[in-house]
């Protein structure tokens, strides 16, 4: 009997296993290709709108103004990431995915487009040009794997290019908040003083400190994961080609 039970665990294992590597089916695949390559493409436009405008002007200087809307639009549609995670066509971390996206989108609505001192600061190109390359490459990468189709390139350009865009846009995130700070303290934005019928207070500027604190333990431990990630996924092929 307890054979039998095995055999009979292993084997509903074993289904378990096949259906999560079998991954979504054909419906939710073309439906995840049709995204990854719609903001591919958003991505691409915003590129390419970053480089008209900066050999138009000659100047880096308040180039956000050039690509604030597609900007808002595809970062914000990344949104829908979190949605394919909790309905289970993407097998990745609800709680992961939905930090890393609503981060991008709470700096994008709540800071840049809520304190409009800042847009024309440099740290805001700084953190946009990040997201730009970085998010070309994840959804090219995303796309041909789909496709089962992926080249090493890319593969590589993934696993590779964030050393320095990790840190470049969370350099930019944090300085873009900081230059928010005194305009939040001074207008009071989206803070809510006592007293009031709900009894309840909220001060967006300790808010926004709290969340550039929250930086201190949050990126090295991501950072360090794809660091991890990286030889894990490139190391093999590395080690080997020292080999030859």
């Known amino acids: ?39 591919t493409a958003g991505w691409l436009v915003i590129a390419v709108g970053l480089v008209r405008a900066y050999l138009a002007r000659g100047s880096y200087h308040g180039l956000y103004y050039s690509i604030e809307k597609p900007l808002k639009f595809f970062q914000t549609g990344a949104v829908l990431e979190i949605l394919h995670c909790a309905v289970g066509i993407v097998p990745s971390s609800v ?20 304190v409009r001192e800042v847009q024309s600061e440099d740290s805001v190109l700084l953190f946009v040009t990040a997201w730009t390359v970085t998010e070309i490459i994840r959804y090219s990468f995303y796309t041909f794997s789909l496709l089962n189709h992926l080249p090493y390139l890319i593969k ?55 969340v550039m604190i929250s930086y201190i333990p949050l990126f090295p431990q991501l950072y360090f994961h794809m660091i991890r990630q990286r030889k894990k996924v490139l190391g093999h092929i590395e080690d080997y080609g020292k080999v030859e």
């Open 156 to 210: 590589w350009a993934r696993y590779t290019f964030f050393i320095v865009l990790y840190p470049m846009g969370v350099t930019g995130e944090l300085l873009t908040i900081y230059a928010a700070l005194p305009y939040v303290q001074k207008t009071g934005l989206y803070s809510v003083t006592l007293p009031n019928k709900y009894n309840f207070s909220f001060d967006y500027y300790t808010f926004l400190i709290l």
């Open 1 to 39: 009997m307890s054979g039998a039970a095995s055999g009979t665990s292993k084997a509903a294992h074993s289904d378990v296993a096949a259906k999560k590597k079998r991954g979504p089916g054909a419906l939710a695949t073309a439906y995840l290709v049709i995204y990854n390559v719609v903001m």
């Open 95 to 114: 709680v992961l995915t939905g930090f890393q996206v609503m981060s991008r989108v709470f700096l994008t609505w709540a800071v840049t487009h809520s």
